[in-house]
């Protein structure tokens, strides 16, 4: 089945204390993306990659780093994080649009952060 | 600047009456407009895609370069569509507005 999967689903810690979200694709997308839903506000990038070791920031990307040293995962890590963190994260997946086509996102089911 | 505007942070219809969810963009160029819907508690999945024009559960959006709009419509709603709905801009660059929240009464 094709999907985007996201581990852990839930996470409850505190602040300071290091965490890394997975995401892994098994649709052979050259893009994926990190979104945090925060009520009223949607949804806002916080990173995107167009391919194997190729990131850039989006719109809210401090305080986050990710990585993509394979084409299936693409890991949202939080060196030190804080209370504002606290957020729903979704990763999102995608083939690379030609020009002139549209390419939808699939997403993952989301991991709830609580940062204490 | 780019950006999404949806007005309706919640929008309460009964069963069986029409319903039409706003989004306004700003946009530079030839927009890519979506819609995705989030039911409860679940992940964010493709409604419509406005190059597409079609018709999903039978909503349906039309593009209006004149009015920047891309709203959705459906003719009689149903209590499974109440959700979260949001109408991102963009390609592979998702920018997306507050959403509307649709609860349809029954």
């Known amino acids: 089945e094709a999907q985007v999967t996201q581990n852990p689903r839930y996470l409850i810690t505190v602040t300071g204390k290091k965490l890394t979200v997975t995401c892994s694709q098994n649709?052979?997308?050259?893009?994926m993306s990190w979104y945090r839903q925060d009520p009223g506000l949607g949804l806002r990038q916080i990173y995107y990659s167009m391919n194997v070791e190729v990131t850039d920031k989006g719109d809210v990307p401090e305080g986050y780093k990710v990585s993509r040293k394979e084409k299936r995962n693409f890991p949202l890590i939080l060196e030190s994080p804080s209370p504002n963190q606290t957020s729903l994260y979704f990763c999102?997946?995608?083939?690379?649009?030609?020009?002139?086509?549209?390419?939808?996102?699939?997403f993952g089911p989301g991991t709830r952060l609580l940062v204490l | 600047a780019q950006r999404v505007t949806q007005p309706e942070k919640l929008l309460s219809v009964f069963k069986g009456a029409p319903v039409e969810l706003k989004c306004n963009y700003s946009?530079?160029?030839?927009?890519?407009l979506f819609w995705y819907v989030q039911y409860s508690r679940q992940r964010l999945q493709l409604l419509l895609r406005h190059i597409s024009r079609e018709s999903i559960k039978g909503f349906t959006a039309d593009l209006n370069k004149g009015e920047t709009s891309f709203h959705l419509k459906k003719p009689f709603a149903q209590e499974e569509d109440s959700a979260m709905y949001y109408c991102?801009?963009?390609?592979?660059?998702?920018?997306f507005g507050s959403g509307t929240r649709l609860l349809v009464r029954p």
């Open positions: 991102p801009l963009g390609s592979y660059k998702l920018i």
């Open positions: 946009y530079s160029g030839s927009p890519e």
């Open positions: 999102a997946s995608s083939v690379l649009p030609l020009t002139g086509e549209v390419a939808p996102q699939y």
């Open positions: 649709m052979n997308h050259e893009y």
